[in-house]
């Protein structure tokens, strides 16, 4: 079993009348349990040079390995425009976008044929070309099956 | 201008050569090198049904000074402990009963998608656009059980 631990820390001196000092921590547990996730892709890094959206994981089938289970993606644009930002969407709905140097991290549901995690470049990001990184912790995905002929 | 940082760190043996995240972002208005400047502050809300409801409804209640389409970040967090029970946050249209809002992209009323669950303890911390359009970008959350649960959320914006 593996163990995995997340940690938050958001800070800030001038935001409100006082300091600001958030700091949170967990353990990344298989759904419903206290065993670790034991799977990842690895993190990934992509340049990408157009404003085609992308799915950044394989495209879920009708019956995800991890759909009822539990995953985490982490997703950075690594541009250092602040300018240049991506588009993050799930089932074509917008999160939002990411700018230059802009992280998020959240929990994933498999959902059948639904909820595929998909990134565009801003026009400007994909004309100078931009940089994301990218990982999914899960108990399980569903891989194309290979098709060599 | 005020200055917000964000430093996420994971750690992890799910690798033979061990797996790290490391990165610290400053939250800045759109396209800009200026930092955000607004919060909601850190809110926390009380459920005891398995409703589907909105927990941020984009361009009302307490989001209503988020500016669509501009630079918004939201952390939203279980406090429970419990590894069995858990939140499920989506986006889009919230049902309003104890049955999820079927995703159905063929009617531009009902679109809904979930993100994932946060169980005892988790946290998240993502971009909002805040889409305002048919509640396309409300933030949504459903209790797994009827038993008291919370959460904490707080956003920061321009």
Partial sequence: MATTTASL?????????????????NTLYKAGTTTGLEQTTGMASLYLTATTQIDLFPVLPASPAGAGKQSWVYICNKATDETHYVRITIADSVIGDLYGGDFMWMPWSQQAQHADIELAPSAAAAAAGVFVEFTCIHEGITYPTEADS | MATINATLSVSSDVTKYG???????????????????????LARKTFTSTNHVDLLTAGSGIAADVTASKSAKVYIKNVGSSTSDYFTIGLGKSSGTGT????????????????????????????????????????????NVATTMSLEYMVFFE
């Fill in chain 2, 100 to 143: 999820e809002e079927a995703f159905d992209m063929a009617d531009s009323g009902e679109k809904q998608a979930q993100l994932g669950n946060l169980y005892g303890g988790d946290w998240m911390l993502i971009p909002w656009q805040a889409d305002s359009t048919n509640g396309y970008g409300d933030i949504t959350v459903k209790p």
């Fill in chain 1, 9 to 25: 820390t958001i800070d800030s001196s001038d935001l409100v009348g006082d300091a600001l000092s958030l700091s949170t921590s």
């Fill in chain 2, 19 to 41: 797996f790290s995240i490391n990165n610290t972002m400053e939250m800045r208005k759109a396209g800009s090198t200026a930092g955000l400047e607004l919060t909601t502050g």
